[in-house]
């Protein structure tokens, strides 16, 4: 755990499942409803620094999320990126991505191509990705 780390002292989002290893958010991005982080709970900033069985186990987790977002939320793409540059602390952004939001098909921190562009996910479908992601079994 690290002082100066927003990811060890903050949630990242609005928690939707977690164990002892990582944690499932939704995050609040305008624009991007249904915005998922999977969160490392431990301080590390490279995936190459986890033991192979921890990177198989994360990695299952982001592949669960991802599920649950196309089942719930059937998007046109979904956009699965492990930066870190901004925090270097693992973590995995799933973000559903649709034709018409503001930067498909570039990247969401891109220039905007279409600044007024609305989410295209409904409350009913958030509803359902949220419950879908409390339910998950990693």
Request: glycine residues 4%; charged residues 20%; aromatic residues 8%.
């Amino acid at each position: 755990m690290s002082s100066e780390c927003v990811l060890c002292q903050e949630s990242g989002g609005e928690t939707l499942w977690q164990d002892d290893f990582c944690r499932v958010v939704l995050v609040d991005e305008a624009g991007y409803a249904g915005f998922c982080r999977v969160i490392l709970k431990q301080h590390v900033a490279e995936f190459s620094d986890l033991s192979l069985t921890d990177r198989n186990r994360l990695m299952q987790l982001v592949f669960a999320v991802e599920s649950a977002v196309r089942s719930t939320l059937q998007p046109d793409k979904v956009n699965l990126a492990c930066l870190g540059n901004m925090v270097p602390h693992l973590h995995w952004h799933v973000i559903p991505r649709f034709k018409q939001d503001r930067h498909f098909p570039a990247p969401i921190w891109a220039e905007a191509a279409r600044p007024d562009a609305e989410s295209q996910i409904t409350s009913k479908q958030l509803l359902a990705l949220k419950i879908a992601l409390q339910a998950l079994q990693a």
